[in-house]
T-cell receptor, first 114, second 118 residues
Framework: AAGVIQSPRHLIKEKRETATLKCYPI?????VYWYQQGPGQDPQFLIS???????DKGSIPDRFSAQQFSDYHSELNMSSLELGDSALYFC?????????????FGQGTRLTVV | QQQVKQSPQSLIVQKGGIPIINCAYE??????FPWYQQFPGKGPALLIA?????SEKKEGRFTISFNKSAKQFSLHIMDSQPGDSATYFC?????????????????FGQGTILTVHP
């Protein structure tokens, strides 16, 4: 079965640079979520999109932005990177209009800021 | 402020043992409670989930017990194996509301590192 695909899997950036993370949800899923997971921590919700519209926002820094495109893939753009942005970034998708609440996660992008 | 509190932080059992991980929540609007298993460097994988209208759910070796009045739920792993060694997260979410206030975001517990010795 198709899963959530994230790219790249690993990314190394310098401070103050910009990074773009991509997410391809499970086909026909209508909702995409982004989470950030620091070392030894639980995933923290950043932002979500339902049917390509921003639906919910968590503790996402103003330096970060995200969007969902017509083909339902999503991108998380991170600017002015800081050392503290080093983390695993996960995308998840679900099918909310089918009242299926299960969220399926991708393998994540490990961002290292040096 | 952690809306979902998980314990213990770490747990060591022998093969065949039954580790139990507990979670407690405050927000009574939560109505969906999944458990995720995560291996190092990998994404969380959905194990099993429960809604408040049932007190117990079993899937294979995994069982969720749910106590709505106490606002607590727990994961039991029967006949644990070394391959079960991973970090386990409980989570909770509020019902999807297309009217515009809830879209299923997950609030996670702090995680439990489980080690199963051979």
């Amino acid at each position: 079965a198709a899963g959530v695909i994230q790219s790249p899997r690993h990314l190394i950036k310098e401070k103050r640079e910009t990074a773009t993370l991509k997410c391809y949800p499970i086909p026909r899923h209508d909702t995409v979520y982004w989470y950030q997971q620091g070392p030894g921590q639980d995933p923290q919700f950043l932002i979500s999109f339902y049917e390509k519209m921003q639906s919910d926002k968590g503790s996402i820094p103003d330096r970060f932005s995200a969007q969902q495109f017509s083909d339902y893939h999503s991108e998380l753009n991170m600017s002015s990177l800081e050392l503290g942005d080093s983390a695993l970034y996960f995308c998840a998708s679900s099918l909310l209009r089918g009242l299926v609440t299960e969220a399926f996660f991708g393998q994540g992008t490990r961002l290292t800021v040096v | 402020q952690q809306q979902v509190k998980q314990s213990p932080q770490s747990l060591i059992v022998q093969k065949g043992g039954i580790p139990i991980i507990n979670c407690a929540y405050e927000n009574t609007a939560f109505d969906y409670f999944p458990w995720y298993q995560q291996f190092p460097g990998k994404g969380p994988a959905l194990l099993i989930a429960i809604r408040p209208d049932v007190s117990e759910k079993k899937e294979g070796r995994f069982t969720i017990s749910f106590n709505k009045s106490a606002k607590q739920f727990s994961l039991h792993i029967m006949d644990s194996q070394p391959g079960d060694s991973a970090t386990y997260f409980c989570a909770a979410s509020i019902p999807f509301n297309a009217g515009g206030t809830s879209y299923g975001k997950l609030t996670f517990g702090q995680g439990t590192i489980l080690t199963v010795h051979p």
